[in-house]
């Protein structure tokens, strides 16, 4: 299976908003709901950020926020902050029931 | 509080066999979707594959059906990832990750090998 395909890194100033892209097929995220996003900083684990293309769980600020059209979803984080600075991977289902993640992209806070 | 924990680093030789494990606790073991996930040095997440505890049913990536096993000991709420025989490039930090949307993840398990 192959990777969902994410830009490799975008950058913003304190304050604005970044837009993660997360391209995919009809066989995956144009599909079905599980559409999910991490937040990875520097040598820690993956942290779930949002789940079924927009939702968040308990914890995760509003700034961040999920989306999708057709076969590619979105992760927007408005109002950039420091601490946001981090690897950024989306997820999805497959047709073939199992699950592949995007290619990865770095979000620099200028 | 959900937490899962995996054993400590390995270092090992190119053929030898490895069982990571990650470690529950905090919640129903069985009713979650319990995964391993690859990071290569330097590079993004790979989905390895699932297993669900309740009735041990197991999925995998194509790209690593075949090359490990992922099993579960529900008795001690533990889950494990193994190899038969490792290779160089099987070098990587490998975590756990447990719910519907990998919701709990564990601080991950260095693995290296050396040819």
């Known amino acids: 299976q192959s990777a969902l395909t994410q830009p490799p890194s975008v950058s913003g100033s304190p304050g604005q908003s970044v837009t993660i892209s997360c391209t995919g097929t009809?066989?995956?995220?144009?599909?079905?709901?599980?559409v999910f996003w991490y937040q990875q900083p520097p040598g820690t684990a993956p942290k779930l950020l949002i789940y079924d293309v927009n939702n968040r769980p308990s914890g995760v600020p509003d700034r961040f926020s999920g989306s999708r059209s057709g076969n590619t979803a979105s992760l927007t984080i408005s109002g950039l902050q420091a601490e946001d600075e981090a690897d950024y991977y989306c997820n999805s289902y497959t047709s073939s029931s199992t699950y592949v993640f995007g290619t990865g992209t770095k979000v620099t806070v200028l | 509080e959900v937490q899962l924990v995996q054993s400590g680093a390995e270092v090992k030789k190119a053929g030898e066999s490895l069982k990571i494990s990650c470690k529950h606790s905090g919640y129903s073991f069985t009713s979650y979707w319990l995964g391993w996930v690859r990071q290569m040095p330097g590079k993004g997440l790979e989905w390895m594959g699932i297993?669900?505890?309740?009735?041990?049913?197991?999925r995998y990536n194509p790209s690593f059906e075949g090359q490990v096993t992922i099993s579960v000991d529900k008795s001690i709420t533990t889950a494990y990832l193994q190899w038969s025989s490792l290779k160089a490039s099987d070098t990587a930090m490998y975590y756990c990750a447990a719910g519907y949307a990998f919701d709990y993840w564990g601080q991950g398990t260095l693995v290296t090998v050396s040819s």
């Open positions: 297993t669900y505890p309740g009735d041990s049913k197991t």
């Open positions: 009809s066989s995956d995220i144009g599909s079905y709901n599980r």
